[in-house]
């Protein structure tokens, strides 16, 4: 590769990380909220690489200048880039003008369930309803929970609508990340008696605990029957499992 493209590309990458991580939020489409500085510093580190690759090349190229210029004949140095090498400019440049969309209910449903951990004791539920409880959490205390006390409490959820391969139903859907997307996993609940609104739009949903299976056992349906739900704003960093961002009514 030759060393203008190879400066270009350093500096490019550099500015599209700074881009992505110090600038605006959208780096949470890609990395975990806590990868933020080690983004903003490789973007900085990448900068310096391309300007100190361009200042040396420069001093090369002067001083070759003023050795040649006395010579009766110069030799000529005929190198090509790669095509190959160009394409490296497709992901720098995503940075710079396009950042891919947040994953969504593709991903959701092809992405590995997130295996719930197991809990063994569950403090009292609080006493309003309804109760704002993330996926997991309700997922836990309906197949976990012995106590039973998630029965006919009024809960509240937030996540985005994924599609149900049946028709009378669809699931409220959360994605979450370890690292970075590559390694996404979904725990989803499936919601009946409301209409999905269009996938991956963003929803509130109240209801209580769709009684199939036995209640605190793995045989209990992670699921809702919902009394209503209501279009929400999509959150900074969709990728965590966190309690709606409405308030309860």
């Known amino acids: 590769m030759k060393r203008p493209l190879q400066m270009t590309l350093l500096l490019l990458a550099g500015i599209g990380l700074l881009r992505v991580s110090l600038f605006t939020d959208l780096y949470l489409r890609y990395v975990k909220e806590g990868m933020r500085p080690l983004l903003i510093a490789s973007g900085a580190l990448l900068i310096l690489l391309g300007v ?8 090369r190229r002067g001083g070759e200048e003023h050795t040649d210029h ?18 490296l400019f497709l992901p720098v440049l995503s940075l710079l003008l396009y950042a891919p969309p947040a994953l969504g209910a593709y991903t959701a449903s092809r992405a590995a369930p997130k295996a719930i951990t197991h809990q063994d004791d569950f ?4 006493g309003i309803s309804p109760l704002p409880i993330t996926l997991s959490d309700f997922t836990r205390r309906v197949q976990q929970d012995r106590t039973k006390a998630i029965r006919g ?15 009378d139903s669809w699931f409220l859907t959360r994605i979450m990340i370890s690292c970075c997307a590559a390694d996404a996993q979904s725990v989803k609940v499936r919601i009946y008696g409301t209409p999905a609104l269009p996938t991956n739009t963003w929803v509130a ?17 992670a699921a809702l029957d ?24």
Do not use: C
């Not at 100190?52 to 001093?59: E, I, L, P």
């Not at 403090?123 to 609080?126: Q, V, Y």
């Open 153 to 167: 409490r009024t809960v509240q959820m937030a996540g985005f609508v994924t599609p149900g391969q049946q028709g």
């Open 123 to 126: 403090d009292p539920l609080p």
């Open 52 to 59: 100190a690759d361009a200042v040396s090349y420069g001093r």
């Open 70 to 87: 006395g010579n009766e004949s110069h030799g000529h140095h005929h190198s090509t880039t790669p095509r190959a090498a160009w394409l």
């Open 226 to 249: 919902a009394q209503s739900e209501e279009k929400i704003a999509k959150p900074v960093n969709a990728y965590t499992d966190a309690l709606p961002l409405t308030p309860t009514r």
């Open 205 to 221: 949903v109240t209801g209580t605990w769709h009684p199939r299976g036995t209640l605190g056992t793995s045989s209990a349906a």
